[in-house]
């Protein structure tokens, strides 16, 4: 087992509106990532994965409020940090951070070498303009970039362009975790292709210890991450390998999720896809039983009263219903 | 494989009788130096009833074509003919009758709807669009509800509501529904899956071919997805650079790719049985 270098311990967070009322995003959110290790999280709109990003880099602003829980970076606990502490001595450095509108991130008066002197210089005010460009000029030329980009302004980069440099600019200091928001979903399938291979390649040169990767795509996730969480409700219903996830969910409605999947591969076009028909709870009032029950085919009026922990099960694996694994895989099977 | 899906891996659709086609078709912006050729010369033939996509990244002159299909603008140069006649929408009292026959749902919920008309004004334009003004109330209430119940909401919910109080899927599924209200003999789809999350695309995408079984109307799929295009769609058109490098039946365009492009477009896309091949990326060829 490697080093943990993020670890997140029963994470709550909530949203306040402007009447008042508490909207529980993230509710008992406890996992953890190894270096070298990638790991995915997957879920519809509103459940919660971008609200989860935001937390575990300490984007603590209103509505945001944190409530509980822990998050530990490479054995540093950031949890109840002061945004702006967060911001001079966590981000960058231990945690970067990939909006899901990365390219719009960046400001159009300012040329590329200006945000990288920026990030440097918010964690080292007295380094030198020729040090930080030689710096950068090398950084991008191994990930492909050429330096003549960083005299660039953004309107001069295409949407795949302008993705990479961000990532490319947010990735400068060797961050121990980065977490990905959605990094491709504005892309092409080409420009997507190039995103990923780059990501790829700051792991595998050690420029970033581990990532989390956030995405509806799970054909994407797939093939880009280790691991797979599931999302629903603003808590994990399921935890796996990818390929366990993928070929062998166990939770009704990741099994709902992957029977969603479409890809351009022989006999898609035959099978049924797994639409999930209703919506999700209103995380005003979260419900006291399964969160899922009201769209849940095989849900039992237990589901609906019964709080539900996390069960541990086979190799490294969780799922959150109250069935068990056996039961719940004779019924998938017989469908 | 069910007997459904197996009909409809099957149906041949080159007898069917013309629905809307296309001899030629160009649209140019701008001229002299500045011309930008978006839609090349291309021909098609959508028959009725097909299930028809067309596949192309950005860029590539999809929703250039589509909007002359739409008759939102004019092509610059060659014909489209509407069930087998040269269309005429020359004025406006003949464009709202080709609207009659051609419908659209397109990317962005949100800005499909009127904000100031309520749920239930929405589709009760298309009842009288249809030429149903003369009809009861009670009688227009059934349609709706009809309607709705085709798409999974509740009318009975919705009646007194703002579309802007609906969600994303709701809404692109109220757009569904006016458009079974309307039963146009053409419905031109501009990515409506886009903006939803993959279980709300998976439900829109079974109203979309249930609506195609149930009214037989012709469905003009626009996409980016290769995946999706390949699950709905009888027929596939591949478009780059404003032409159509390659055309056919969904199976044999996607599994038996010709063109290079074709080829290119499915090889990037992540699968799930096939190995995802990255070694082919070269990140300096953009720089």
Redesign the interface.
Known sequence: MGKVMLEVRNLKTKYVTRFHEDVYAVDGVSFKIEEGKSLGIAG??GCGKSTLALSMMGYYFPPLHYMSGDIIIDGKNISGLDPDEVRKTILGTEIAYIPQAAMNALNPTQKIIRFIEDVVRAHQPKKDKKEIRAMAEQRFAE????PG?LDKHAVEL????KQ?TVIAVSTILNPKVLIADEPSSAL???????V???M??LMEKGYIKSMLFIT?????L???TDDIMVMYAGQIVEKGTAKEM?FDPVHPYSH??M????????G???Q??????G?PPNLKKPPNGCRFAERCKYATADCRYTSIPEKPFGDGRMYRCLKGVDELKEVYSGE | MSEMEKARAQTDFSDKPLCLSGRGVTKVFGFGDKKTVAVDHVDFDFHEGEFVSIVGESGSGKTTLSKMLLGLSNQTEGEILFQGKPRDIGTGRKKREYWKGIQAIFQDPFSSFNTFQKVDAVLLDCINMRGGKHLSKQEKTDMMTEACNFVNLKFAELTNKYPFELSGGQMQRLMIARIFLLKPKILLADEPTSMVDACSRATILDMLLNLRDETGMTVIFITHDIGLAYYISDTVYIMEHGKFVEFGKADEVILEPKAAYTKRLISDVPKIHEEWDLSTVDLKQDA
């Open positions: 519809e709109s990930l492909g970039l050429q980009t295409s949407g795949g362009m990479r092409d399938v080409t420009s997507q292709k190039m990923i291979k780059m790829r390649e509806h795509e799970l054909p994407l797939y093939n880009v993928v709902g999720l029977g969603s999947i479409l890809v351009p591969e022989e898609t076009r035959g049924k896809l797994g639409a999930i028909p919506a």
